[in-house]
């Protein structure tokens, strides 16, 4: 009843994964660990691109939690055309298959490269930059669960600042991932002027659905980065990943914006701010910011990265 | 027709009459000029239907042509040296998902140190990255291989690299007799890939194998390279007929019979060897020396090397390569090949970065090969120096 | 061609693998009530009702308010709505005006002339019903839909009781009143006015059953010395003198003290407003806080101008002066006791509004009826008397005096009637476990304010009309939150990692438990707390 909601049944403002009809890109069977938000976010990113599409779509994997839980001899979760070729390499390989196809007189089938945050951010740069490069017809999706989940949880650099990881294990010297350290991907494909960029979150199902909607019918290279709540990585109960994303949406460390050509176009205000502590307490992997050895400065240093978001982004209101 | 031209233009060429569907490059000497060329013809409209990416790296050159190929249109890439192996991981990806992709190795030393021309250490690094790899001799066979390589590769399901010397031959002219469209047409039908990105008919391409099922992934695409050995030989034959002249196949020999002592080598350098057994032969009035040139490395064809060198009594392996610590590379496969026969192998590691190879070096080393293996053309000074310092400063 | 073995594999393959083998926990659809019904003294379905309005169906929804109560319009207007205090969206944005939808559609029903269903359930027994107040009206509406025979007897001349003699008007017009006892007269219930039962015995002869609905329509006495020029009267008083004689309304002069500190308190001070008086003083002994009174009542009361004393009782009345004694209230504690000091005011009238009485002196000697010290009728937990087929309820027994309770003990007493003429136990409905507010998920309910409507008209009789527009209706249903029942927002379905919710074209979800890992997304976004996950 509320327009809030995925669905109603009166049938406004309904999402796509609301739908009995969805397509179910990524269907059930698959082995993502309870409460997964980056299988989430998968299945709502390609089920709204596949709707968009009129289901030409095929899509490019890199390595990593979502490849391995998605297709592993014999199952197969995947209801679209799909590949898996490397870790690094996705954004080429898709530039590849957007090449063929358009050889084909085939640009209605559109092309999605997708990965996670180290395959991305990391590894994938280059391929990454060079598809942005070419303006190759391409949507990039990437799953930013914010660590390397599916070797165990170790640093990339879309881990946030202070977070613990496998290889930033706070103790008496330090003090989880270094707030120096880190790369804001959005920032640098809208540095390369691409035709649409876009931040998203599985905290927010109908603006990812249409911002992928919206990237689906653009030509040219896309990206859309998607915060994914990873339970196991981040130590959270299986049941708050919806939860967790919200609340990194409301104290802004996670802001939703849209961006073509280079320039901001849109951002999704922030109604009621709550302070990045609400954020960070109930994760295991900041527990360290609240524990005995606390500094109260920490906090202070991760709540001027959400002001900063929200000044930035113009997360109060455009 | 044929044409005067530069070893990569005319490969260009050839590449262009396959009619390839994409076609990625990123630059790297001494495979440039093959990019360049086949640039310029789709640039010029001269090669129609085909999209060129000039992407950032290698491994996104290899990259994009994996995806081209999976989405089913015939892909092209070149590269070499420090290129194939910085596309590496992609590499082995790329025949572990059964995509026929073309590529041309020009062939280069790998630093460091730092070196542009020509040996085979590139080639080597990829020999178990389950690629076909063929060695052209010439520029005529560096364009026909080519023409043959897509018809293996597809038939096979496997990548194929075309392998031909840098410099030596990218960057030398000569003469190159380039059949007609209609003609290649004929010979290549248009792709038909064995599976495809299709919203049609979808379906999971590159699925994480379990160890229940890994070692048959492997053991059948092993098959599939033995397959190759027919297929190679047969497309040959095919091509011969069809467009009179001998290119392409497993092996071919050069005056093997009765001969007794056979020199074996890949690519460029037969050249050289052939001249050298030719005089040697004349001098001698008797065909004493043979030689056997190894133009499929992979899959190997120890069979047909087996039989081909089965009545000599000494096989001299002229290799651009070597395994550091351990010795030749291709005379080690020689040498199994050879197992139980009673033949003396002779390695000769030759023309490292580029080093000369004179008709008197081989000459002398075919005469009379001082040791088992040999560096031909060696600065023993400078080892001899070099190596002392290493002495006085090991500590252990 | 033959596809590659392993690497390439066929979609959807992986169905195969029922990771329901994983879980540990499983989330499971229930029903949980809702507060608003938990608290509804008369036992509605209001989630239901408002669900039904959301979509529009009017008729509906008062078919299913008339499922438990047949005075929606009554109760849209006389009902202390304790279902909106306990709302939850009280503690969001405001709780959801279910008082004012209920009246809404109340009138509509009226308006359209919406009659009840006919009920095909028959039997030849018969009840007897004391008294047309609105326990006893229920009682007998339910009776007449279980199919039995009843008669109700009423001692005044117009039906209704309290919701007549104890409701001014102006806050619920007599049209209103007289629709709804209509419809449950038409509805073939046999209804005898100035009929007093003088003895019971003589008529439980004729009856299978009897229900004493018989009120509390009795002024308490006070122990006030009592030497007036003034005008002193009882609330009851009053108010039955301007219903049976509505032409000659009583002249209070200007300036009225009312007594007490109840609803009947604030009635007769507003009715004294409209009267005419122009100082009316409500006195009472402890603080405002402590009012039984209802608080918009209080509140409405304030806003008309009415004076409130509190902290005084009335020790003594000497012509038109009032002495007033204040008190100490120790509000910790709750005892109460006179300071000592006094204060006088001056009263044209003195209105009493300190409580009712039952008349039950007809009660008397009958076997096995038992009156208590309060003179209240015992009654067991199936609201029956000592005395075998003889129940009562309402304000005549021990409980809660509202109109709304009496719709409650009318309704439940038809059923322990029902089940006592069967034979059978009275085994009341078992309750699910309460959706508080900690069950829901609140993100999903966009802020929307309560659409609300002041009550407070001119000071005569007439009443404000306040209903909601159809549109309006719907709007403010829409801003329940369906606390504790699946309202389809889909969120289940939608958030699912592992599309183990099925939802089938009707609608209807499902768990498949093939796949779910019971990771318990479901019951978390779920807004409405209707999934529990379960060991």
Same mark, same amino acid.
């Given at each position: 009843m509320s327009s809030l909601t995925m669905g109603n049944r009166f049938g406004q403002n309904t999402s796509v994964q609301s739908s009995s009809n969805r397509p179910n890109t990524l269907t059930s069977g698959h082995r993502a660990c309870q409460g997964c938000g980056e299988g989430l976010a998968a299945r709502c990113a390609i089920d709204a691109a596949f709707t968009a599409a009129k289901g030409k779509i095929a899509v490019v994997n890199a390595t990593g939690c979502l490849e391995v839980v998605s297709c592993s001899f014999p199952d197969n979760s995947w209801n679209v055309p799909w590949i898996h070729s490397l870790f690094g390499n996705t954004a080429a390989v898709a530039s590849g298959v957007a090449a063929a196809f358009k050889n084909k007189g085939q640009t209605d089938v559109r092309v999605i490269a997708q990965g996670g945050d180290g395959g991305t951010t990391d590894i994938g740069m280059g391929c990454l930059s060079g598809m942005f490069d070419r303006n190759d017809d391409v949507l990039y999706i990437c799953y930013d669960n914010q660590a390397y989940m599916n070797t165990g949880v170790q640093r990339s650099s879309a881990t946030p600042a202070l977070a613990r990881t496998a290889t930033t294990m706070p103790n008496s010297q330090y003090n989880g991932s270094d707030p120096e350290t880190g790369k804001n991907v959005p920032d640098i494909a809208m540095a390369h002027g691409i035709p649409y960029v876009a931040v998203a979150s599985v905290g927010n199902i109908h603006d990812l659905e249409r911002k992928v909607a919206k990237a689906i019918n653009i030509r040219g290279a896309k990206y859309i980065q998607i915060h994914c709540p990873c339970p196991l990585g981040w130590g959270f109960p299986t049941a708050e990943t919806i939860r967790i994303a919200r609340l990194a949406l409301k104290s802004g460390m996670y802001p939703l914006f849209e961006a073509e050509n280079g320039v901001l176009v849109g951002s999704t205000p922030i109604e009621d701010q709550i302070p990045v502590e609400e954020y960070l307490r109930v994760q295991k992997r900041f527990a360290h910011l609240f524990g005995k050895n606390a500094m109260p400065e920490d906090i202070g240093i991760l709540q001027k990265i959400a002001n900063r978001n929200i000044e930035k982004y113009r997360l109060g209101g455009m | 027709m044929l044409y005067q031209l530069e070893g990569s233009q005319a490969v260009a060429r050839a590449i262009a009459l396959c009619r390839p569907e994409v076609v990625c490059a990123y630059p790297i000497t001494p495979q440039t000029h093959i990019v360049e060329g086949v640039g310029e013809l789709v640039r010029s409209g001269q090669l129609e239907n085909c999209q060129y990416l000039n992407v950032e790296s290698e491994m996104a050159a290899i990259s994009v042509a994996i995806g081209s190929e999976a989405a089913g249109v015939r892909s092209y890439t070149a590269t070499s040296s420090q290129g194939l192996l910085y596309m590496m991981e992609a590499v082995y990806n790329a025949s572990g998902l059964e995509l026929p992709i073309v590529m041309t190795l020009g062939n280069r030393a790998i630093g460091a140190p730092l070196n542009i021309w020509n040996d085979h250490t590139d080639a080597m690094s990829a020999r178990d990255a389950g690629w076909l790899m063929m060695f052209a001799e010439n520029n005529q066979e560096a364009a026909d291989l080519h023409i043959q390589a897509f018809k293996i590769a597809e038939t096979v399901k496997c990548p194929i690299m075309v392998c031909m010397d840098g410099f030596i031959l990218t960057h030398a002219y000569e003469k190159v007799d380039l059949p007609e469209q209609s003609e290649v047409d004929e010979f290549l039908p248009p792709y038909e890939p064995a599976f495809a990105l299709n919203p049609k008919n979808p379906c999971a391409i590159g699925a994480m194998v379990p160890t229940t099922e890994f070692m048959e992934v492997r053991y059948l695409a092993h098959l599939r390279q033995l397959e190759a050995k027919t297929v190679i030989e047969k497309v040959g034959r095919e091509f011969s007929a069809r467009f009179k002249r001998n290119s392409g196949g497993l092996i071919r020999t050069y005056h093997t019979e009765g001969a007794e002592t056979i020199i074996v080598a890949m690519g460029s350098v037969l050249g050289s060897i052939k001249d050298t057994v030719d005089d040697l032969n004349r001098a001698s009035g008797c065909n004493k020396y043979g030689v056997m040139s190894v133009v499929s490395y992979r899959p190997f064809p120890d069979e047909q090397i087996r039989e081909a060198l089965r009545n000599a009594k000494r096989v001299i392996v002229v290799e651009k390569a070597f395994a550091l610590g351990h010795g030749g590379i291709l005379s080690r496969e020689i040498e199994l090949a050879l197992k139980g026969l009673d033949i003396e192998i002779i390695t000769v590691i030759a023309g490292l970065g580029g080093r000369v190879i004179t008709k008197t070096m081989l000459s002398e080393v075919f005469q009379k090969p001082k040791d088992k293996l040999i560096f031909l053309g060696l600065r023993e000074d400078v080892i001899r120096q070099e190596y002392k310092t290493v002495l006085d400063e090991r500590r252990v | 061609m033959s596809k590659p073995f392993a690497t390439v594999v066929e979609p959807k393959t992986s169905l195969n693998n029922k990771t329901g083998s994983w879980r540990t926990v499983r989330p499971e659809y229930v029903h949980r009530l809702p507060p608003c019904n938990v608290t509804c003294p008369a036992g509605e379905n209001i989630q239901q009702w408002l669900s039904l309005a959301q979509e529009g169906k009017f008729f509906e929804a008062w078919q299913e308010m008339v499922k =438990?109560?047949?005075f929606p319009a009554t109760m849209g207007r006389v009902c202390y709505h304790t279902c909106e205090k306990v709302c939850n969206r009280g503690q969001y944005? &405001? +709780?959801? =005006?279910i008082n004012l939808i209920e009246r809404s559609i109340g009138d509509m029903a009226i308006a359209k002339g919406w009659s009840f269903e006919k009920s095909n359930a028959h039997s030849d027994k018969k009840v007897l019903i004391v008294g047309s107040g609105p326990s006893g009206l229920t009682a007998a509406y339910f009776l007449k839909k279980f199919g039995y025979n009843v008669d109700l007897f009423e +001692?005044?001349?117009?039906? &209704?009781g309290m919701m007549r003699y104890g409701v001014p008007k102006y806050r619920l017009p007599r049209h209103v009143l007289d629709a709804e006892i209509k419809r449950i007269q038409d509805s073939g219930v046999n209804i005898i006015c100035n009929k007093k039962v003088e003895n019971l015995k003589d008529e439980l002869v004729n009856y299978d059953a009897v229900y004493? @609905?018989? &009120? @509390? +329509?009795v002024a308490s006495s006070v122990n006030i010395d009592v030497e007036s020029k003034a005008i002193v009267m009882s609330a009851i008083d009053l108010f039955q003198k301007m219903e049976d004689d509505s032409n000659d309304l009583p002249n209070l002069g200007k300036s009225v003290v009312v007594y007490g500190g109840g609803n009947t308190a604030i009635d007769a001070a507003r009715t004294a407003l409209r009267l005419g008086a122009e100082d009316v003083k409500i006195v009472y002994r402890r603080t405002i806080n402590n009012m039984p009174a209802h608080e918009t009542e209080i509140q409405d009361a304030l806003s008309e101008g009415i004076e409130i004393l509190c902290l005084r009782t009335i020790s003594s009345i000497n012509g038109k002066k009032v002495i007033l004694d204040k008190m100490d209230y120790d509000e910790e504690n709750g005892i109460l006791s006179r300071s000592g000091k006094n204060e006088m005011i001056v009263a044209d009238s003195v209105i009493f509004a300190i409580g009712q009485a039952v008349e039950c002196s007809f009660l008397q000697g009958i076997e096995g009826i038992s009156v208590s010290e309060k003179g209240l009728i015992d009654v067991d937990n199936c609201m029956m008397t000592g005395l075998k087929g003889v129940f009562a309820g309402g304000d005549a027994i021990l409980g809660k005096r509202t109109v709304t309770h009496a719709i409650g003990y009318g309704k439940k007493a038809a059923k322990c009637i029902d089940a006592f003429l069967q034979g059978r136990d009275y085994v009341p409905n078992s309750k699910n476990e309460v959706a508080n507010f900690k069950k829901l998920n609140t993100e999903y309910y966009k802020k929307d304010e309560r659409k609300e409507v002041s009550r407070l008209g001119n000071l005569d009789f007439e009443e404000k009309d306040v209903s909601y527009s159809n549109n309006e209706i719907i709007q403010e249903a829409m801003r329940c939150f369906s606390c504790g029942n699946c309202f389809h927002c889909d969120n289940c379905y939608s958030y699912c990692p592992d599309n183990a919710i099925i939802k089938h074209e009707d609608g209807t979800l499902e768990i498949n438990y093939d796949y779910c890992k019971g990771c318990g997304i479901c019951a978390s976004e779920c807004p409405c707390g209707a999934i529990k996950m379960t060991v």
């Open positions: - | - | =438990n109560n047949p944005d &405001g +709780s959801v =005006n +001692s005044h001349k117009y039906l &209704g004493l @609905a018989i &009120g @509390a +329509s």
